[in-house]
């Protein structure tokens, strides 16, 4: 992939310029609990975007992308905005930046990625964090600390994409570092890094590649819920709540909040337990997590859906050590904690026996934790 991007950016701007990378990201555990003020618990993983970038001089921002096979330019004020919708996550980090005090000018610029699209891994928290880091490096002196780039994403999404997302994919993103997941506070925003030795065991991903478009957002519905329940307790969020409190407000709130809540509560503690459980070396336990993540997401919750339930079942008589959906739910991945030993043969099985139901193979993709945004 470098070696393509500098061909290219040869091709069309001569020479060369600096390369730049950002990462995906997974997240082990801590499901619906960043809009409830808990915690999450991601790394970044090795499928990237690059970008080679240069400054060139001028107000004008031109930009190929490699994998779509298109060129774009766009000048660097508000009405500048290009229509096609990858080059709007560049214009967004750009502007966002400018927004801040911050400073870009024109650059010439070649990038391209191996995150999958749309999977669930964050393809676009990568390409953003990947432009937020390198036009600091850039125009900033990296005079923008970290978290910022993370928000500059985040504001990217919300202000030209139209995505309403919280800031776990672009922290995660901006953050990544080899071998080590992140334990997030989404209430203080402070942040841990946990080293992640999982030898003898590789973390897979399983892409049902079904997404099930409901009619009433269900996110909003859910949130809604944990809301109520929180203004219930008399608390903001759902992370000052416990059992024992909710149990006491069990004949007052609706059946479906209860278990709703019920979920939040023990999700923040499973994020908790795996840290410890990591700590100690213990992956029977950081499994086994997960696997009570994905009964809840899928019996309390109700986020899940045929085809991810099908995957789970399969991954356990598999005796694979953890799976859950990982994401929003109605679809998308679920991730997998496998011994090596039983791999190849998960693997096999998962593809053959998803296909046999639902007509296509569920994509695969075991991914290494990473380093975040960097200069190459
Ligand atoms: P994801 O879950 O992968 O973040 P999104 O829909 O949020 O899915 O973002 C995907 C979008 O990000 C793509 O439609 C495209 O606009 C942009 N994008 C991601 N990776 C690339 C890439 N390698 N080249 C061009 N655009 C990309
Ligand atoms: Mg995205």
Redesign the pocket.
């Known amino acids: 992939m470098e070696k393509t991007i500098k061909q290219e950016f040869e091709k069309r701007f001569g020479g060369e310029g600096t390369m730049y990378a950002s990462a995906?990201r997974i997240n082990l555990i801590g499901e619906h609990t960043d809009y409830n003020g808990g915690f999450v618990f991601p790394g970044a993983i090795d499928k990237v975007?690059m970008a080679d970038i240069r400054p060139n001089g001028t107000d004008k921002v031109r930009v190929f992308?490699?994998?779509?096979n298109e060129n774009v330019e766009f000048g660097l004020e508000e009405k500048d905005a290009p229509a096609q919708?990858?080059a709007?996550?560049i214009f967004g980090v750009c502007r966002e930046i400018i927004k801040r005090g911050g400073n870009v000018k024109g650059f010439d610029a070649v990038?391209?990625?191996?995150?999958?699209?749309?999977?669930?891994?964050?393809?676009?928290?990568?390409?953003e964090s990947c432009f937020a880091f390198a036009l600091n490096d850039l125009f900033n002196g990296n005079s923008i600390d970290k978290f910022e780039l993370a928000k500059i994403g985040q504001s990217t999404?919300h202000n030209y994409?139209g995505?309403n997302c919280g800031i776990m994919?672009q922290f995660a993103s901006v953050f990544g570092k080899k071998g080590h997941l992140m334990r997030l506070d989404c209430r203080s925003m402070e942040y841990e890094y946990f080293p992640f030795n999982i030898t003898g065991y590789k973390l897979v991903l399983v892409d049902s590649q079904v997404k099930h478009a409901l009619v009433d957002s269900p996110y909003n519905k859910r949130r809604q819920s944990c809301e109520r329940v929180a203004a219930k307790l008399g608390i903001d969020t759902l992370r000052d709540a416990t059992k024992e409190a909710l149990d006491a407000i069990k004949g007052e709130i609706s059946a479906e909040d209860y278990f709703r809540a019920k979920f939040v509560i023990e999700e923040k503690q499973r994020v908790l337990d795996v840290c410890d459980a990591l700590q100690r070396g213990d992956c029977e336990t950081v499994g086994r997590k997960m696997y009570e993540t994905h009964e809840g997401l899928s019996k309390d919750y109700e986020v899940s859906c045929e085809e991810l339930d099908y995957l789970n079942d399969i991954a356990r008589r598999c005796g694979v050590t953890g799976s859950r959906i990982m994401g929003g739910g109605f679809g998308g991945c679920t991730i997998n904690l496998v011994k090596n030993d039983i791999y190849d043969q998960f693997i096999s099985t998962v593809t053959h026996e998803f296909n046999g139901r639902y007509g296509h193979e569920p994509k695969i993709y075991p991914v290494i934790i990473s380093d975040g945004a960097h200069k190459c």
């Open positions: 995906g975007i992308s490699v994998d779509i919708q990858w709007r996550y990038f391209a990625g191996n995150v999958p699209l749309g999977a669930g891994l964050s393809s676009s928290a990568a390409l999404e994409c995505v994919d």
